[in-house]
Structure formats: C-alpha cells, structure tokens
Nanobody, 120 residues
Framework: VQLQASGGGLVQAGGSLRLSCAAS????????MGWSRQAPGKQRELVAR???????NYVDSVKDRFTISRDNAKNTVYLQMNSLKPDDTAVYYC???????????????WGQGTLVTVSS
C-alpha cells in the first residue's frame, strides 16, 4: 500500500489550501484516515481524523477552520484548511488504516508528507 499526499504550498495568512492523500495497492477496506503535522522543533500532532462511520475529530487549534473528508471510492482523504495562520506552518502527513486482501487485520500506513507554509 502506498499513500500519495499532495496540495501543500505557500499561502498568506488568512488563505486556504486543500490537501489530498490517495492510497493505492491491494486494498480490501480502510478504517480511519487522518492528517498529522510536524512543525520545526516540535513533536508530530494529530490534526484531524475521520472514521469509517464518518465521525470526525479535530485538535482544538484547527476546529472551525479545517475540515476533513473522505472519498471511499477513491481511497482518498482530504483536508480543507481555511483561515490559515503562521502557526499552521508544518509538514503535513496523512495516514490510513488499511486492510489488504491477503490479510485479516488492519495496518497503519503513512504518506510522505507535504509542506504547508503560511506567511504573515
């Protein structure tokens, strides 16, 4: 299974970006999908997660600004980021909890990371 993330870039404060993360491979089903981020000198933190039933969780700092969604037919998770702030600057990583056809259990996979830079 491979995850390909895209959509990062440079944006001014108050602007918007949309991240995408598509999974490919011998996929049978996907449980949760999420986005985490790591800013320079800081630990990686979970930003948002969406479960297979559609329920969502967000870290407090992005509530009401970020929206996570998924397209199960495309094995893709999205992160719509609005009202961006300089503090949102980080490398953003996606993850998907996947079961492949040859297995009976789920495994967590990570994407390669995409850089988001918000200028003031």
């Amino acid at each position: 299974v491979q995850l390909q993330a895209s959509g990062g870039g440079l944006v001014q404060a108050g602007g918007s970006l949309r991240l995408s993360c598509a999974a490919s491979g011998n996929i049978a089903s996907i449980n949760s999908m999420g986005w985490s981020r790591q800013a320079p000198g800081k630990q990686r933190e979970l930003v948002a997660r969406i479960n297979s039933d559609g329920s969502r969780n967000y870290v407090d700092s992005v509530k009401d600004r970020f929206t996570i969604s998924r397209d199960n037919a495309k094995n893709t998770v999205y992160l719509q980021m609005n009202s961006l702030k300089p503090d949102d600057t980080a490398v953003y990583y996606c993850n998907q909890v996947v079961r492949v056809h040859t297995s009976t259990y789920f495994q967590n996979y990570w994407g390669q990371g995409t850089l988001v830079t918000v200028s003031s």
